[in-house]
């Protein structure tokens, strides 16, 4: 018997109005090539980068079916601004100092509502009815918002979940804390009729932690009643590498060892979700969310070297997964790098029930040279809705930019948009770009680690459908059911 609640989303009808350094070492992390995109899709307008030039420091180029509408810049230049979640008419950003809320009822112009100072990287982010949900995944002397961080060897260190009630939008209220093993580096929010689940990833970056030394081989469960959010307490640890997961190297050289998973992307309407953790990528029944059950693992350890995150295309019968190479710190765009590693990895499910098999079909890696100054590999995005069996998403490299790509044919992905700046820096590599980039009525938000929020419109023929889709509320890792 299932508790999920699916999200449905209704298509518009035509006619109706249409919505640092400390960084580098807590993300972490490998790519054959994508097609090549015609050059008909991509035409380079005058003074924007061409396929072997580079945009000066800080200038803003991009395809011509992208319009950059504005940015709300970042008040502290010290922040790291990370993951978005959306509800109604208002973006909710996370970065490592807390959260900001924005009023998006006009794209053009966002309305910073209310800054919440709350430290505790990486302050993953998503919202449901009146509650907020923070990830906290670096070591904190106590589960407060004045807290400071300490060493994880200490006793009393704390991390894990913070709930607050944003029923006032200008004055959020902490209510609970839930502690979990080895902290949150991400969480996914699971819809139910009377509860809400969470998904906690977490893993290990240095098993000399205490929370995180092997077996850390599975998530952990936190059930929140929705009436009653301040009872929220961790329900299950489900082990879901009973093997223990990749080796890693030196078994499998250049490939993270699995110690936990980093991101879980749910497909409620489907009881279904996909797990990118470390070493492996795995497929779920989540019909029984307190017992999610693995249907099928896969590795690659060839090219993919830090299994970091997963989208489902509409009709749930691919998942892109990406590779985090280098953590999101290093420089993998280059031509050194090539196409092949630092990449989206194209899977298509074929089979039924528990016989559905994970079969890979193609990598996807921007065609656009990044310099060597610039952290570039691939990151956070969702699908954009455009229907018709056609599989398109848009996605943050960094200071790779935005890119938006075509999926439907999954042995021959291709871009046919994009948005960038510059290098933040041009004598060394400095930490930037887009963390997120998802589609969000109408439109696409960026979260820019240093700059701050990016608003785009894209106008292509090819995603004109997804205009007519309209959201009441966006967690890009628990994926509404489009129609």
């Known amino acids: 018997m299932t508790t999920s609640h699916p999200h449905r989303v209704r298509r518009r009808s035509l006619g109706v109005a249409a919505t640092a350094a400390g960084l580098l ?4 992390a490998a790519g054959p090539a994508a097609a090549t995109p015609d050059p008909g899709d991509l035409r380079i307008t005058p003074g924007a980068r061409s396929a072997t030039g580079s945009p000066g420091q800080d200038q803003i180029v991009h395809s011509p079916n992208v319009k950059h509408l504005t940015t709300v810049p970042s008040p502290d230049p010290e922040r790291i601004n990370t993951d978005l979640a959306f509800q109604g008419r208002y973006a909710y950003a996370g970065n490592y100092n807390g959260f900001t809320i924005y ?61 607050f009630d944003i029923k006032d939008k200008k004055n959020p209220k902490y209510i609970k804390s839930v502690e979990t093993a080895c902290g949150s580096h991400t969480h996914t929010l699971v819809p139910g009729d009377r509860d809400l689940y969470l998904y906690v990833s977490s893993y290990s970056p240095n098993e000399a932690y205490p929370d995180c030394r092997p077996p ?84 690659d350890n060839v090219n993919f070297a830090f299994w970091h995150s997963a989208t489902f295309n509409e009709r749930a019968d691919k998942v892109v997964f990406t590779d985090e190479l280098g953590g999101g710190g290093g420089a993998t765009c280059n031509e050194a790098t090539g196409p092949h590693r630092g990449a989206d990895g194209i899977y298509e499910i074929q089979g039924r ?7 890979f079909r193609s990598y996807f890696k921007i065609p656009r040279h990044q310099a060597d100054t610039e952290n570039c590999v691939a990151h956070n995005g969702s699908l954009v809705p455009v229907g018709g069996g056609r599989d398109i998403m848009v996605q943050a490299w960094y200071q790779g930019g935005v890119s ?4 439907t044919d999954s042995t021959r992905p291709q871009e046919i948009a994009y948005f960038e700046r510059g290098p933040l820096t041009t004598d060394t590599l ?34 004109a459908p997804a205009k007519w889709v309209w959201l009441d509320r966006l967690n890009v890792q628990s994926q509404p059911e489009y129609h």
């Open 216 to 299: 850390h081989d599975g998530i952990s469960v936190v059930k929140v009643p929705r009436r009653t959010p301040e009872q929220a307490a961790v329900v299950a640890f489900p082990v879901l590498f009973p093997d223990g997961g990749n080796p890693g190297a030196p078994t499998n050289p250049g490939v993270s060892k699995t110690t936990g998973c980093h991101d879980i992307t749910v497909l409620p309407s489907k009881d279904l979700a996909a797990g990118a953790c470390m070493g492996d990528g795995i497929l779920f029944d989540i019909s029984r969310p307190e017992q999610p059950r693995v249907i099928d693992r896969v590795q």
């Open 430 to 463: 400095s930490l930037g770009g887009s963390w997120s980039a998802y589609y969000y009525n109408g439109h696409i938000y960026s979260n820019d680690i240093v700059k701050g929020l990016d608003v785009l419109r894209l106008d292509d023929w090819r995603t």
């Open 25 to 28: 070492a807590t993300l972490l």
């Open 353 to 359: 029930g528990d016989q559905r098999k994970l079969v």
């Open 404 to 407: 938006v790509w075509d999926f």
């Open 103 to 163: 009023d998006i009822a006009d794209p053009k112009a966002p309305k910073t509502v209310t800054t919440v100072l709350c430290p505790g990287g990486q302050n993953d982010i998503s919202v449901s009815g009146d509650l907020l949900f923070l990830s906290t995944d670096s070591s904190r002397s106590d589960d407060s918002c004045n807290s400071i961080s300490q060493p994880a060897t200490e006793k009393s260190s704390w991390e894990g979940i913070k709930i």
